[in-house]
């Protein structure tokens, strides 16, 4: 289930940036519209992507990290391997 959770984690966030990016573009529209002299700000449209992106990626990084190290004190090293084949096998 861990590919599963991390793939759908990872498409939620793009869509939640994405939203956020739609709307600073509305809004950069919307200036262009009432003044012909404004310049796009570009810088805001990577911030705003590269602020999304490290925020967004925190919980599918950690389930990722974490899982095999959880699993390993808690129930050895044959789980571990177990697992990552069925994360590996499940991924592809």
Same mark, same amino acid.
């Given at each position: ?6 793939? /759908?984690l ?16 509305r809004?950069?529209?919307?200036l ?12 805001e ?26 699993? /390993? ?16 096998i499940?991924?592809?």
């Amino acid at each position: 289930m861990i590919p599963y959770a991390f793939s /759908g984690l990872t498409m939620k966030s793009v869509g939640k940036a994405a939203q956020i990016m739609v709307e600073e573009c509305r809004r950069q529209f919307a200036l262009m519209r009432s003044d012909p002299e404004f310049q796009t700000d570009y810088k805001e449209c990577v911030r705003i992507a590269t602020q999304a992106s490290l925020r967004e990626m925190i919980l599918p990084g950690l389930i990722v990290m974490l899982s095999p190290i959880i699993l /390993g004190f808690l129930a050895g090293p044959k789980a571990v391997a177990g697992l990552l084949a069925g994360i590996l096998i499940s991924g592809v």
